[in-house]
């Protein structure tokens, strides 16, 4: 049977406004009356109602994560970040797999707003639409949002976005110093993040003063995918001297395509994927990838909501810049 409020009260002998002070530590209590109510609620293991609190004080302390995919581990880790830099501020977050579809993200919109949240995260730049926009404005117009690698021109959204158009540009730059000029992009999703990376590949060769039309290579988005794809690419550019994959999964798919065409990596053909994930450190050999600095952007997205929460003066949109890590496959 579990021990309410008014148990404690009841035995302590004092009145359940009494055992409420204690337990949220307010003035006004005997010390000895506040070390007998403290004793009883550790004997009983009471904790009080969060959910009834919550309806008490308007407050739930509890912030919603929407990940479109789980499954992508560049989400599930920036998910973590956030979770543990928001945790340390007593939050509880609520994280939920939405899936790609507008109409199913719109649901879960309105579950963070059934929910109570005082907050949300929205991470990845495929919830820049139109669609997710009307839904903020409808549903949690009255709580801060912050979209992680995106941005919607909202008076109560919040972005903090990766410089991964002028790092890609860069990419383009180190080919070039290392004598690499006949260059492909490798994308699969055209999510708007993966589309300014393809904008930074062509901006690249133009700084480099290449007139020539971008290659740009399509594949499915998977391992395999990326395999059988460079394979085919390879087969039919055989000039092709260096190769950027729009996520370093797809560039771990690459480099095998590459290695059982009996392809040098990086002589003949360079690699540069594009997240420095884990994927960077285990593809043999080890993968160059631009780093989008994902564990800056999650703990920066936190912050920037917790300032909105405590009403703190704070910009709408921060640019974090990229940088390239080097290591093998260039």
Request: glycine fraction near 6%.
């Amino acid at each position: 049977m579990s021990v309410t409020i008014y148990d404690i009260a009841k035995e302590a002998g004092v009145s359940a406004s009494t055992v409420s002070r204690a337990i949220n530590n307010k003035d006004g209590i005997h010390p000895e009356t506040k070390k007998r109510i403290l004793q009883l609620l550790k004997k009983y293991n009471y904790f009080p109602n969060e959910t009834a609190r919550g309806l008490v004080t308007k407050a739930s302390r509890m912030i919603g994560i929407l990940v479109s995919d789980i499954r992508t581990m560049h989400h599930t880790v920036s998910a973590y970040f956030i979770e543990r830099e928001l945790a340390k501020q007593g939050y509880c977050c609520i994280i939920f797999n939405t899936g790609p579809e507008d109409e199913v993200r719109t649901d879960y919109i309105q579950i963070l707003k059934r929910r109570r949240v005082e907050g949300a995260i929205l991470i990845g730049s495929t919830f820049q639409t139109e669609a997710i926009k009307e839904a903020i404005s409808k549903y949690l117009n009255d709580v801060p949002v912050v979209i992680v690698n995106g941005y919607l021109d909202l008076p109560n959204v919040y972005g903090v976005l990766a410089d991964e158009m002028n790092g890609v540009s860069d990419c383009v730059k180190l080919w070039y110093s290392k004598g690499h000029k006949n260059l492909a992009f490798v994308i699969d999703l055209h999510t708007p993040s993966n589309e300014l990376k393809m904008l930074g590949f062509e901006q690249g060769l133009r700084n480099m003063g290449d007139k020539r039309a971008p290659l740009i290579w399509e594949c499915e988005s998977s391992l395999q995918g990326a395999y059988e794809a460079t394979k085919k690419l390879m087969e039919e550019h055989p000039e092709v001297d260096g190769i950027i994959y729009a996520v370093d999964l797809l560039a771990a798919g690459g480099v095998r395509a590459l290695t059982d065409m009996g392809i040098a990596i990086p002589e003949q053909v360079s690699v540069i994927g594009i997240d420095n994930s884990i994927y960077g450190e285990i593809c043999n050999p080890r993968l160059t990838s631009l780093d989008n600095k994902l564990m800056d952007l999650s703990i920066s997205s936190a912050r920037i909501l917790m300032d909105a929460l405590q009403k703190q003066l704070t910009t709408k949109k921060i640019l974090v810049f990229s940088s390239i890590v080097e290591r093998e496959t260039t």
